[in-house]
């Protein structure tokens, strides 16, 4: 079992920068790859970013390509996504996830947490 917490959301102006983190407990986080996924209101849950294990090699939707960053600090426990240049169709509750492989799809993940709001204003 793998706990997962998000922390780091809230509101902000469009343009502006946020930095998600979600710490993990129970297991070794270098066991997993790890995902962020989003879900705005009345949609379903999508794809943000990807990490592999060891933080070698990265997938981000093209939604987001070239201002957010994934990455992970394996001896912490933690993973992150930096959120730039931030727009209010980014607006979502934002959830971390594990998985045994490298995935972009939500069924393919095994472990998720609670979420973290994130309110992009125009």
């Known amino acids: 079992q793998v706990q997962l917490v998000e922390s780091g959301g809230g509101l902000v102006q469009a343009g502006g920068s946020l930095r998600l983190s979600c710490a993990a407990s129970g297991r070794t986080l270098s066991n997993y790859a790890m995902g962020w996924f989003r879900q705005g209101l009345g949609k379903e849950r999508e794809f943000v970013a990807a990490?592999?294990?060891?933080?070698?090699?990265?997938h981000y939707a093209d939604s987001v390509k070239g201002r957010f960053t994934i990455s992970r600090d394996n001896a912490k426990n933690t993973v992150y996504l930096q959120m730039n240049t931030l727009k209010p169709e980014d607006t979502a509750v934002y959830y971390c996830?594990?998985?045994?492989?490298?995935?972009?799809?939500?069924?393919?993940?095994?472990?998720w947490g609670q979420g973290t709001q994130v309110t992009v204003s125009s």
């Open positions: 996830a594990a998985t045994r492989i490298f995935a972009i799809q939500v069924r393919e993940y095994d472990y």
């Open positions: 990490i592999t294990r060891s933080g070698g090699s990265t």
